[in-house]
C-alpha cells in the first residue's frame, strides 16, 4: 500500500505563519511544471483576449471587463488598455489550470492558515504582469475585497504559485510581514470600489519586504497580510497564479457575484 505524501506546514512554518503573516516555501514546482502551467496560461489569455468585446470599466486603480460569455473578469493595463493584467476567477473555463489548484502541494499549507482539513476553492487568479507593460499592483490587503461577499472572508487562505524567476526589475511581490496581526487597515476616502484599497499615506512603506524567488517557489498567506508589486521593468514577464481556499459548504466567489456562464438554449 502507499500513501499519499501530506504537504502541511511544520511547527517552523506555522510559527512563521503566526508572526510573519506568510510561508514561503522554494523548488515546490519544477521547471517542466512551470512550463506547463504558463502554455495553460497563454492558451487562456488568448482564449479571453480574441472574445474581448472592448468594454472595459476603469474601477479604482483597476481596469476590468466582465466576459460573462466565459463567466469571468478579465483585468486590463490601465496605462495599456490592450494588455491582459489578469483573469479572475478561471477555474471553471480552464481543466488544467483548475486541476493544478486541486494539488496537495497548494491545498495541504492552506489547510493550516485556513484552521480546517476540508477545503474548496473560493476564487482562482492569474497575474500577467507583461515585460516592459506591467504595471503595479496597488498596496492592498485581500480582506476588504472579500469581506462584502463572504462572511467567512478573514478565513480564506492564498496559494501564489511564480510561474518565472520573480525579483525588482520584473515586479516582485512585496509583504509587510506581521502586518496580518492588526486586522483591516485604513482605506482609501473615496467613493466606490477604490475604496477597499489602501491608503498609502497611513501605512509605513518601509516595512514592505520584496519576495525575490525562482520559479516554482510558492507564497502562503492570509486575508490581512498587506502586499504590493510594483511595474515590470525588465524584458521577461512575471506572471504568478493566485488559489484561494475556504472551509467546504461556502459558495465560490463566481457564484456569489453572478458570473456564471450562460445557460446553453
Not at 470599466?57 to 493595463?77: C, D, L, N, P, Q
Not at 512585496?174 to 476616502?189: C, D, I, M, T
Amino acid at each position: 500500500m502507499t500513501s499519499t505524501p501530506s504537504f502541511r506546514l511544520n511547527a517552523q512554518e506555522c510559527d512563521a505563519l503566526a508572526h510573519e503573516g506568510f510561508v514561503l516555501r522554494e523548488a515546490v514546482f519544477d521547471a517542466g511544471e512551470c512550463a506547463a502551467i504558463a502554455r495553460d496560461c497563454e492558451a487562456l489569455v488568448t482564449s479571453l483576449e480574441a472574445s474581448s468585446r472592448g468594454v472595459k470599466h476603469r474601477v479604482g486603480s483597476y481596469m476590468f471587463e466582465a466576459e460573462r460569455e466565459a463567466g469571468t473578469i478579465i483585468k486590463w493595463e490601465p496605462d495599456a488598455p490592450d494588455v491582459v493584467q489578469g483573469v479572475e476567477p478561471f477555474g471553471h473555463i480552464s481543466e488544467g489550470l483548475n486541476g493544478w489548484g486541486l494539488d496537495p502541494r497548494l491545498v495541504d499549507p492552506c489547510k493550516d492558515v485556513v484552521g480546517e482539513d476540508e477545503l474548496m476553492l473560493f476564487t482562482e487568479k492569474l497575474n500577467v504582469k507583461r515585460a516592459q507593460q506591467g504595471g503595479h499592483i496597488i498596496l492592498h490587503q485581500d480582506f476588504p475585497y472579500w469581506e462584502p461577499m463572504t462572511p467567512i472572508a478573514h478565513r480564506i487562505a492564498t496559494a501564489m504559485l511564480f510561474l518565472d524567476d520573480a525579483n525588482l526589475a520584473n515586479g516582485c511581490l512585496e509583504v509587510a510581514p506581521g502586518s496580518h496581526l492588526a486586522g483591516k487597515y485604513s482605506q482609501r476616502a473615496v467613493d466606490g470600489f477604490g475604496a477597499m484599497e489602501m491608503d498609502p499615506d497611513a501605512f509605513d512603506m518601509a516595512r514592505l519586504r520584496p519576495l525575490e524567488v525562482r520559479a516554482g517557489a510558492v507564497a502562503f498567506f492570509g486575508a490581512f497580510l498587506v502586499h504590493r508589486s510594483l511595474p515590470n521593468r525588465s524584458k521577461v514577464d512575471r506572471r504568478a497564479l493566485l488559489y484561494s481556499y475556504q472551509p467546504l459548504g461556502y459558495p465560490h466567489s463566481r457564484e456569489i457575484t453572478n458570473l456564471k456562464r450562460p445557460a446553453a438554449a
